[in-house]
């Protein structure tokens, strides 16, 4: 499986996971530290904390609900240049600090 674009999950500012492109579909895994730290919490009620890795032939509902609606999203796709249907482009450039307690990042911190 060949990954295209890899984003960086972190949910309270720490580091949770791994959220992949392949040519598949996507796939979603937690950090093996951030399951053993004391406080961790689930990136969402659907994604739940677990060592096996989620795969998805569409972006997680839960990732593609982060990304901008309306005039928003018009505006994140102008100013970014990225296609409106470039969900993947879309979660990477508009949810570094998304509402709530999860934000994705294009490189690891």
Do not use: H
């Not at 895994?29 to 406080?39: F, H, S």
């Not at 009620?45 to 795969?55: D, I, N, S």
């Not at 990225?82 to 994705?104: E, P, Q, T, Y």
């Amino acid at each position: 499986m060949d990954t295209f674009r890899t984003a960086y999950v972190y949910v309270r500012r720490v580091y949770a996971g791994i959220l992949c492109e392949t040519d598949s579909g996507y796939l979603f895994q937690y950090d093996e530290d951030y399951l053993k730290t004391e406080n961790a919490t689930a990136v969402s009620l659907t994604l739940p904390m677990r060592t096996e890795t989620y795969y998805s032939k569409v972006l997680f509902p839960f990732f593609d609900g982060l990304i901008p609606e309306g005039w928003l999203l018009n505006v994140v796709s102008r100013n970014w240049k990225i296609d409106l249907r470039d969900r993947f482009g879309l979660l990477l450039v508009s949810c570094k600090d998304a509402i709530g307690n999860v934000s994705i990042m294009e490189e690891r911190i």
